[in-house]
């Protein structure tokens, strides 16, 4: 005799074929997932992290929805990409999701053309434009105490005419 099991939906009040944008946050991070999306619906979830209660909340959400949703995700690193993981196997694309991690942190980017900073959330070895002027600058992860800043140089030295 099998006990019939509830079948517990956590409370995400998601209709079926729901299409529109989930946010998922985690831990502290609070209103980060306030980018508008136009007229979409929009479901907020929250989670202290990413447990496996969390992930299994996230897959009945995920599962209960259809093609063309959306997926922002924000929170530490290491939660959001284990939520970004749990969201694949459910059949997400990586173009279907946006991963905030609120461990970015702004820097500043030091030209040494006009000897302004720029500030950027971008890791080293992406390109910035210049705020100063408009010089394409790859970032490094060098950084001058001197400046307060770290170094960048310009991105495209071959630039011709
Ligand atoms: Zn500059």
Redesign the pocket.
């Known amino acids: 005799m099998s006990s019939v099991s509830m079948p517990h939906v956590a409370g995400t009040g998601l209709e079926p074929g729901f299409r529109g944008v989930i946010c998922a946050s985690f831990g502290a991070a609070d209103g980060t997932a306030e980018r508008h999306s136009g007229s979409q619906p929009k479901l907020d979830l929250h989670f202290d992290s990413a447990s496996p209660e969390a992930l299994s909340d996230l897959r009945s959400a995920l599962g209960s929805s259809r093609v063309g949703v959306r997926l922002l995700l924000s929170g530490p690193t290491a939660d959001i990409r284990t939520a970004a993981a749990v969201a694949a196997e459910c059949g997400l694309e990586q173009e279907e999701m946006t991963l905030l991690s609120d461990e970015t942190t702004l820097r500043a980017i030091y030209?040494?053309?006009?000897?302004?900073t720029?500030a950027t959330v971008e890791p080293a070895g992406s390109e910035v434009l210049?705020?100063?002027?408009?010089?394409i600058?790859t970032t490094t992860d060098h950084f001058s105490r001197r400046l307060g800043a770290y170094l960048g140089y310009r991105a495209h030295v071959e630039e011709a005419s």
């Open positions: 030209c040494p053309h006009c000897n302004s720029t210049c705020g100063g002027c408009s010089t600058l």
